[in-house]
T-cell receptor
Framework: KAGVTQTPRYLIKTRGQQVTLSCSPI?????VSWYQQTPGQGLQFLFE???????NKGNFPGRFSGRQFSNSRSEMNVSTLELGDSALYLCASRREFTEGTEAFFGQGTRLTVV | GDSVTQMEGPVTLSEEAFLTINCTYT??????LFWYVQYPGEGLQLLLKATKADDKGSNKGFEATYRKETTSFHLEKGSVQVSDSAVYFC?????????????FGTGTQLKVEL
């Protein structure tokens, strides 16, 4: 069974630009979460979507947004990019969003802002 | 909110040595507890989990026991291999907003040498 697919794998953008990252969850999984991973801050939760509704949001500025489509695929968007947005962005899918359900992670999108 | 404290890395061991990675957490109630592992260039993979007090999660020779009294979930392995070299993350999962959220520790890098 196919795993979580994130595209693109690598991205280089310039400060001030915007970027959209995509995540296709495992078939049958309805929950998609996004995390930002940096050497300094570690793994930080961005948001979680379930059945096209945002269920949960981390402490990130409004420049970070996301959405989920009816087929459970999710996108996250970062507008007005800053150098500090350079990070590995990880997407995770779960069958449900009930506690204790295993999250399956994609390989991530490495975003570099120059 | 939830928080996690993991021992600082990197931890360097010889092959066949005993491994302990300490993890303590603060959370509301009794969260589910997870250990995830990240191999170089990869996303995170679930290593093991425990969903209630005194449960022991185990996988690939790794074990961790949910200790409610000490709010700990220490990871152990009796004999590590070079292939175990990776970064290990402890993560409680608890309610947040309208869903549940994994809160990751800073990660502990393990290097196993011949």
């Amino acid at each position: 069974k196919a795993g979580v697919t994130q595209t693109p794998r690598y991205l280089i953008k310039t400060r001030g630009q915007q970027v959209t990252l995509s995540c296709s969850p495992i078939s049958g999984h309805r929950s998609v979460s996004w995390y930002q991973q940096t050497p300094g801050q570690g793994l930080q939760f961005l948001f979680e979507y379930f059945s096209e509704t945002q269920r949960n949001k981390g402490n990130f500025p409004g420049r970070f947004s996301g959405r989920q489509f009816s087929n459970s695929r999710s996108e996250m968007n970062v507008s007005t990019l800053e150098l500090g947005d350079s990070a590995l962005y990880l997407c995770a899918s779960r069958r449900e969003f009930t506690e204790g359900t295993e999250a399956f992670f994609g390989q991530g999108t490495r975003l570099t802002v120059v | 909110g939830d928080s996690v404290t993991q021992m600082e890395g990197p931890v360097t061991l010889s092959e066949e040595a005993f491994l302990t990675i300490n993890c303590t957490y603060t959370a509301t109630g009794y969260p589910s507890l997870f250990w995830y592992v990240q191999y170089p260039g990869e996303g995170l993979q679930l290593l093991l989990k425990a969903t209630k007090a005194d449960d022991k999660g185990s996988n690939k020779g790794f074990e961790a026991t949910y200790r409610k009294e000490t709010t700990s979930f220490h990871l152990e392995k009796g004999s590590v291999q070079v292939s175990d070299s990776a970064v290990y993350f402890c993560a409680p999962e608890g309610p947040s907003g309208g869903g549940n959220k994994l809160t990751f520790g800073t990660g502990t890098q393990l290097k196993v040498e011949l």
